[in-house]
């Protein structure tokens, strides 16, 4: 499966932005869907993951409350609304698709599927 991430760019802190992340084939083959950032100089980490059905979300406690996943898996696409932004969001930002058990959908080891990332940068 091939995962294309746009949305990205410059914001403002205190602005939104609104990433979309589109797979080449059916998103309801993976059991969940995550979002993960790779800040400057850091090691890239999870932000939020969703399940199949969109019955349960997870969420880093950096972004819990600021930050929505969502997935519409007629569209094959998996969605991140990101609001209240701050600089420190300021990121590549990475989706990834795969099966990983409950223990595993907040870790990159759970993915076997990434897109290419896309830029976000906050300014302040």
């Known amino acids: 499966v091939q995962l294309q991430a746009c949305g990205g760019g410059l914001v403002k802190a205190g602005g939104s932005l609104r990433l979309s992340c589109a797979a080449s084939t059916r998103t309801s083959r993976y059991r969940y869907m995550g979002w993960f950032r790779q800040r400057p100089g850091q090691e890239c980490a999870f932000v939020a993951a969703i399940e199949l059905n969109s019955r349960y979300t997870y969420y880093a406690d950096s972004v819990k409350g600021r930050f929505t996943i969502s997935r519409d898996n007629t569209k094959s696409t998996v969605y991140l609304q990101m609001n209240d932004m701050k600089p420190e969001d300021t990121a590549v930002y990475y989706c990834?698709?795969?099966?990983?058990?409950?223990?595993?959908?907040?870790?990159?080891?759970?993915?076997?599927?990434w897109g290419q990332g896309t830029q976000v940068t906050v300014s302040s």
């Open positions: 990834a698709a795969g099966s990983p058990i409950l223990s595993q959908a907040r870790s990159r080891s759970g993915y076997g599927h």
